[in-house]
C-alpha cells in the first residue's frame, strides 16, 4: 500500500467537501458513527490511509518474527485478494470492550490520568462516569459496554436516598428555583446528563461520538453475576431496587427518543430460560410491554446463565464469574481484541474453481480450516502487538484493572454467508439439509479450530459481524475481480434481508440453534417489522425464539423523524402525524444501532432501501 502523497491529500479534500454527508465522503471507514460533515471529521480522515500502511507493516514485522517471512506475505496477500478483511486498520487501538466498574469505586480515576478520586455519591457517580467513558474510550475503536451502570447506579442511590428509594420517588427532594423536584425527576434528570453527553460528538474521535452499551437483568442473570460480589463499603447489590430502576431508566430512554433519536446506549435484556420457558415472567412480561411500546434493545437469551451478552453482539462464556476484590464482578470483563473477517462469497468461489481444475477433490471444510488456521496466526500476531503496548505501559485502562486482556477474544467475522450458498445453487431455507449442512461445514470448523488454536493468552471466537461498510466493500471488490456477487451489500445474517417472503416467525428458525449453533459468538437476528405488534404478540414471539433456539435477537421498525416540526414517531409514516408535514427522514439500526437513513452512506442507503420489513400475520 502506498503512502497517500500531498496531492492525494488535496484530491481527497477536493471530493470530501462535495460528498453528501460524512460517511459518503469517508473514503476507507464508513461505518464511523458520525452524524454531521466538518473540519474534525474531514481532518480525521487525512492520515487515515497513512496507519493502514503502519499496521500492515506493523503486522508484517511481528508475523517474520514469530512465523517467518513466509506468513507474513500471505497476510498480506490474503489482504490483497480480499478472502480477509482486518477491521479498523484505520487505528492502532484494540476493538471493544466490556469494562467493570469496580475500580472506579476504588480509584476513581486517578489510575487512568483523570484526576477525580472514587465518587461517594449519586452525583459524583453519575458526573465522573460520562469522564471515565470518555477516558476509556479514547483507548479504543468499537464501542466501551458497561453492564454493571444501573447496579452501580441502584448502589449510590440507595445510599443518597435510603434502601427503599424506590418507593419514594414522588417525594420532593430538593427546591430549585422555587420548584420542587422529585426525586423521579432528579433520577431522570442524571439519566439525561450522563445519555445526552455521551450521544455527543467526541472531538478526540474526530467528531464520532462513543459508542454505548448497556445491560439489564432478569433475576437468574443479576443473582448470578453478582451471588460474591460486595462494594467496596461492603454494601451488596439489591435486586428489588435494581429491577425497578432498570424499568425506569428504559422507559424513561424510549420515550427521550420520542424527541431525540438518541443512539446510545444500546441496549441488551439478558434472560435466562428454563424448560422453554422464561425464568423470570416478570421481566419477559415488562421486556415485551416495552417493545409493545416502540423500545429498540436486543433480547438475548440462554438456558444456562453461563453467558453474558454485553457488547452489543457478542457472547462471552462467563467461565471465572468468581467475585474479586481487585476486579469486580468476574463474568463483566471482556469485549473483542481484534477482528478479521472471512469473505465467504469469495473463498466458497476460489474453492469450488479450484476444485473444478484439480483431480483429486478437496472438501469445503478442509479447505477453510487452512484459511482459519492462517487467521489464527494473523490474530495471534495483532495480539502480540497489543502485548507489546500493554508491556510499555500504553494500556491504562487494562492495567487499572477495568479490564483484563487475557478475557477479550480475538475475534473471526464472518460475511457473505448466504451469498457462498447461493454460489453453490444450495437453497437458503432454514429446513434445507443441504443449508444446515453448508453452515456446519464452515462454522462449525471454524468452531473447532477456535478451540484447538486456544492458548492462555489467546481465545478466539467467531461472529456474524455487521459489516456496516464491509458488506459494501466486499461485493464491490467481487464484482470487479470477476466473482458472482448476488447482490451490492453482502448480508450479515443466515438469511436473505432483502427477500420480501421471510416470514418474522421464520426468521428465528435462520437465527435459531440449528445455525447459531454452529457459531460459538454472536450473531444477532434483526426482525424488520413493517409495524408494530402487541404485546402479546411480542411474548408469544420470545415463546418462539425459545423453542427455535434463536438466542440473540431484535426489532428494526422504522422511526419518522419529521424535518419541519422536530416530531418523531414510532412509526413508519409518510407525513408527521403532528404538522402533517411529508419533509420526514427514518430512523433505523444501520446495523446495530439506530441512526438518521440520510446519514448512512450512500451504497448502505440504497441497502437500506432494498430491506424487507416484514409484515407478522396472525
Ligand atoms: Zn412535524
Keep these: 500500500m502506498q503512502l497517500d502523497t500531498t496531492e492525494k491529500k488535496i484530491e481527497f479534500i477536493q471530493k470530501y467537501m462535495t460528498a453528501k454527508n460524512a460517511a459518503t465522503g469517508s473514503d476507507v471507514d464508513q461505518n464511523a458513527n458520525v452524524a454531521t460533515k466538518n473540519i474534525a471529521t474531514m481532518a480525521a480522515e487525512l492520515p487515515k490511509k497513512d496507519i493502514i500502511a503502519l499496521n500492515r507493516e ?35 487501538f484494540p476493538y471493544c470492550c466490556s469494562i467493570s466498574l469496580y475500580p472506579f469505586l476504588t480509584d476513581g480515576l486517578t489510575k487512568i490520568g483523570g484526576s477525580s478520586t472514587a465518587p461517594q455519591h449519586l452525583d459524583s457517580f453519575c458526573g465522573s462516569f460520562i469522564n471515565l467513558m470518555f477516558l476509556v474510550a479514547g483507548q479504543f475503536a468499537g464501542a466501551t459496554a458497561t453492564p454493571e451502570f444501573l447496579t452501580y447506579f441502584d448502589h449510590f442511590a440507595r445510599k443518597d436516598y435510603g434502601e427503599d428509594y424506590i418507593d419514594h420517588l414522588d417525594d420532593v427532594v430538593e427546591t430549585w428555583q422555587s420548584k420542587q423536584v422529585t426525586l423521579r425527576e432528579k433520577i431522570e434528570h442524571y439519566f439525561a446528563q450522563i445519555v445526552y453527553t455521551i450521544n455527543q460528538p467526541a472531538g478526540a474521535r474526530g467528531y464520532q461520538s462513543l459508542f454505548w452499551n448497556i445491560a439489564y437483568f432478569d433475576h437468574d442473570y443479576f443473582e448470578s453475576i453478582y451471588k460474591d460480589f460486595v462494594f467496596p463499603d461492603w454494601d451488596e447489590p439489591k435486586w428489588e431496587t435494581t429491577k425497578e430502576l432498570q424499568k425506569l431508566f428504559m422507559k424513561w430512554f424510549n420515550n427521550e427518543r420520542l424527541k431525540n433519536l438518541l443512539t446510545f446506549p444500546v441496549e441488551t435484556a439478558n434472560m435466562h430460560t428454563t424448560n422453554g420457558k422464561y425464568s423470570d415472567s416478570e421481566m419477559a412480561d415488562f421486556f415485551a410491554e416495552m417493545w409493545a ?45 481484534g477482528v478479521i473477517t472471512l469473505n465467504l462469497n469469495r473463498i466458497v468461489q476460489d474453492w469450488h474453481h479450484d476444485n473444478a481444475l484439480s483431480f483429486e477433490k ?8 487452512s484459511i482459519v488456521q492462517r487467521v489464527h496466526k ?49 437453497k437458503v431455507d432454514p429446513d434445507n439439509p443441504e443449508y444446515q449442512q453448508y453452515a456446519k461445514d464452515i462454522l462449525e470448523t471454524i468452531k473447532e479450530l477456535n478451540i484447538t488454536a486456544r492458548t492462555p493468552k489467546c481465545k478466539f471466537n467467531t461472529e456474524f459481524v455487521p459489516a456496516e461498510s464491509l458488506g459494501v466493500k466486499n461485493a464491490k471488490w467481487d464484482k470487479k475481480d470477476g466473482y ?37 459468538g454472536g450473531s444477532a437476528l434483526h426482525n424488520n417489522l413493517d409495524e408494530h405488534l402487541s404485546k402479546a404478540q411480542y411474548r408469544a414471539l420470545m415463546d418462539v425464539a425459545i423453542a427455535e433456539g434463536c438466542n440473540y435477537f431484535t426489532y428494526n421498525i422504522k422511526n419518522t423523524i419529521c424535518n419541519k416540526c422536530g416530531h418523531i414517531s414510532k412509526h413508519t409514516l409518510d407525513k408527521c402525524p403532528v404538522c402533517g408535514s411529508t419533509d420526514v427522514d427514518y430512523g433505523t439500526r444501520i446495523i446495530g444501532y439506530l441512526k438518521r437513513v440520510s446519514a448512512f452512506s450512500a451504497a448502505r442507503q440504497i441497502e437500506e432501501g432494498l430491506r424487507a420489513y416484514n409484515h407478522l400475520d396472525d
Design 58 to 92: 506493523l503486522m508484517r514485522r511481528k508475523l517474520t518474527s514469530i512465523y517467518g517471512e513466509e506468513m507474513a506475505q500471505s497476510y498480506i496477500d490474503d489482504l490483497a485478494h480480499h478472502i480477509i478483511y482486518k477491521h479498523d486498520e484505520t487505528s492502532i
Design 293 to 337: 411500546e416502540g423500545a429498540s434493545f436486543f433480547m438475548y437469551q440462554s438456558d444456562s446463565v453461563d453467558s453474558l451478552s454485553s457488547c452489543c453482539r457478542l457472547r462471552n462464556g462467563i467461565e471465572d464469574n468468581i467475585f474479586s476484590y481487585t476486579l469486580g464482578a468476574g463474568g463483566i470483563m471482556t469485549g473483542s481484541k
Design 362 to 369: 478437496e472438501p469445503l471444510k478442509i479447505y477453510i480450516s
Design 378 to 426: 494473523y490474530l495471534n500476531a495483532f495480539n502480540s502487538i497489543i502485548w507489546d503496548y500493554k508491556n510499555a505501559g500504553l494500556l491504562t485502562i487494562f492495567d487499572a484493572g477495568f479490564i483484563d486482556l487475557d478475557k477479550q477474544y480475538l475475534t473471526i467475522g464472518i460475511n457473505g454467508f448466504v451469498e457462498g450458498a447461493e454460489f453453490l445453487g444450495i
Design 484 to 520: 458472482k456477487v448476488p447482490r451490492d451489500c453482502y448480508n450479515s445474517y443466515f438469511y436473505v434481508v432483502e427477500d420480501e417472503n421471510v416470514d418474522p416467525v421464520i426468521k428465528f428458525r435462520y437465527q435459531g440453534i440449528k445455525f447459531t449453533g454452529c457459531c460459538d
